[in-house]
């Protein structure tokens, strides 16, 4: 409770869900487990979206979000209220996937087909043809460099804001701002070369 307090003493200048955040990490420090629970429900999503984008395995996507959650528990007394927790969240989210290409446990294997594209009932034309775009899209997107890869998976499949982003990789919001846009265009000039 102590940490809550002194967000109020402090006044910083956090959004409504930051200040939700910072006070279930507190309570889940002090050994409320169901805050944990709440920041997990409200998290695993876009972690687990990123995971995907990145190691293109659902599975090894799964493995390695149940290891970031884990690492955030034991690590939850190490957070300090001076920024998102989600910022914070994702630098345990780069560190477990660094650890995860290191143990070499990638997975060789074809990509699998999208939650969303398996979910709708397509004919075998129109299956077929959104598979081949989301090839050429994977295509196009493995030519940028990892950071530029890194930089629209936190925006596009993470759905973080550029602030956080920013946080996240160490730089100033207008520079993840510009290196996105940078990013999306030469994306787009890809896409149009293979059309």
């Known amino acids: 409770m102590a940490l809550i ?3 109020v003493a402090e006044r910083a200048p956090f959004d409504q869900q930051t200040l939700e955040d910072h006070r279930d990490v507190a309570l889940a420090v002090a050994g409320d487990h169901e805050a944990f629970v709440r920041l997990y429900q409200r998290y695993i999503t876009p972690v687990y979206r990123f995971l995907v984008a990145r190691l293109q395995q659902h599975h090894d996507a799964e493995e390695v979000a149940a290891l970031v959650f884990e690492r955030a528990w034991q690590s939850l007394g190490q957070f300090k209220p001076n920024g998102p927790f989600i910022g914070w969240l994702f630098t345990i989210v780069r560190r477990c996937l660094a650890d995860f290409y ?51 998976q936190l925006r596009f499949f993470a759905q973080l804001p550029y602030a956080t982003i920013a946080q996240i990789v160490g730089k100033r919001e207008a520079a993840v701002k510009m290196a996105a846009y940078r990013a999306l265009e030469q994306l787009k000039r890809r896409l149009a070369d293979d059309q």
């Open 5 to 7: 307090h002194r967000l």
């Open 102 to 152: 290191r143990r070499g446990q990638r997975r060789q294997q074809q990509t699998q087909l999208s939650d969303d594209l398996a979910s709708q009932q397509l004919s075998p034309e129109l299956t077929m043809l959104a598979l081949e775009q989301q090839a050429l899209l994977q295509q196009a997107v493995a030519q940028l460099n990892p950071e530029q890869q890194e930089l629209l």
